[in-house]
């Protein structure tokens, strides 16, 4: 799939400028009796073949809908108002529901923020496995499907006798790689994971994260990462999209995003990470983001910019590749492409 010029995809990997997942200007608007609130708004990004990709940003700021609207799941009052989300040369959003349920899952899955919240617990977890399977129209042996959870759950690190057991005799990592063990049975080419270290101590978040790069590189797959810890991002990720009010204010590889960060906001949110290195006072970001029902004219980021300008007061920036494979929605550097 051939990638439009004006969107941020990653460059080292395929120097055709193809992508297995493409989004275009997607808009997610959830409608109230106040007007609609624009959680996702004009939002485009391609993600190459087995590249992790993350999505980070204070909470509000769209992270998690996106999630939702690549796997069709805004329901109202939510509705994904304009856009494409293209996998391969298919538009996700011209799909009938039922051509949408069976992409879920064999092209483009998801591990679900709060894993406790997503397994059924009244079911065995091979049960819960097996579904998946089944709607898909995949027919097993009992031995057949006992040896394929066996080895689905030994590549996300637990003992096959976790097969026989219901959710509440695991603990919050074991369900959440349970969780990793149903988005790959069918070996999709894209895996979304939204937040999936949520309510896990530290120790457990870097093995949930361990072993979903450890799985999405065994199977080749391409993973968009949704969170809000960039300590967590840095270790995990080769390129990174910050979200803002809606909006990608940033893109750009990882290792650039941290020694060389373009966009105000981003600058202030690595400021405000706790530093090893002595101790200090952390630094917050001040104000309040912008609301989404009454989003301010021009930036969106200006009422607590510390470099504003009149310009973005009236003039909201557009994304623009101002480094080659480093994109930034800011006026501080114009519209020129440095080499």
């Not at 990638?3 to 941020?8: A, D, E, K, M, N």
Request: overall charge neutral; some cysteine; charged content about 20%.
């Amino acid at each position: 799939m051939r990638v439009p010029r004006g969107l941020p995809v990653v460059r080292d990997r395929e120097a055709d400028g193809t992508a297995v997942l493409l989004v275009e200007d997607l808009k997610v608007y959830y409608h109230t009796a106040a007007g609609p609130v624009k959680a996702v708004d004009g939002v485009g990004f391609g993600l190459a073949a087995g590249e992790r990709f993350g999505l980070v940003g204070e909470s509000g700021s769209g992270k998690s809908t996106i999630a939702l609207a690549l796997m069709r799941l805004i329901r109202p009052p939510g509705q994904i108002e304009d856009g494409a989300v293209l996998l391969g040369d298919t538009n996700l959003l011209d799909l009938s529901e039922e051509q949408m349920r069976r992409m879920r899952l064999a092209e483009i899955s998801l591990v679900a923020q709060g894993a406790m919240n997503s397994l059924n617990p009244v079911k065995r977890i091979k049960d819960q496995i097996l579904l998946g399977l089944r709607d898909h129209g995949v027919r097993l042996s009992d031995a057949e499907a006992a040896s394929h959870i066996a080895d689905l759950l030994q590549r996300v690190g637990l003992k096959s006798g976790v097969a026989k057991m219901f959710p509440h005799e695991l603990s919050g990592g074991m369900k959440q790689r349970v969780c990793i063990a149903i988005a790959i049975s069918l070996q999709p080419k894209v895996i979304v994971a939204d937040e999936p270290t949520s309510a896990l101590d530290v120790v457990v978040q870097w093995q949930v994260i361990d072993t979903l790069k450890r799985v999405q590189e065994e199977l080749g797959a391409a993973v968009i990462l949704i969170g809000h810890d960039m300590g967590l991002m840095a270790q995990a990720v080769d390129r990174l999209g910050v979200m803002y009010a809606g909006k990608l204010v940033e893109v750009v590889a990882t290792r650039e995003l941290f020694g060389e960060p373009l966009h105000p906001y981003t600058q202030l949110l690595i400021a405000s990470l706790p530093s090893l290195e002595g101790k200090s006072d952390l630094r917050g970001i001040p104000g309040l983001p912008p609301s989404l029902l009454h989003r301010p004219a021009g930036c969106p980021f200006h009422t607590r910019c510390p470099f504003v300008m009149n310009q973005c007061r009236v003039e909201e920036p557009t994304l623009i590749e101002h480094r080659p494979g480093h994109w930034a929605a800011c006026h501080l550097y114009g519209s020129e492409v440095s080499a």
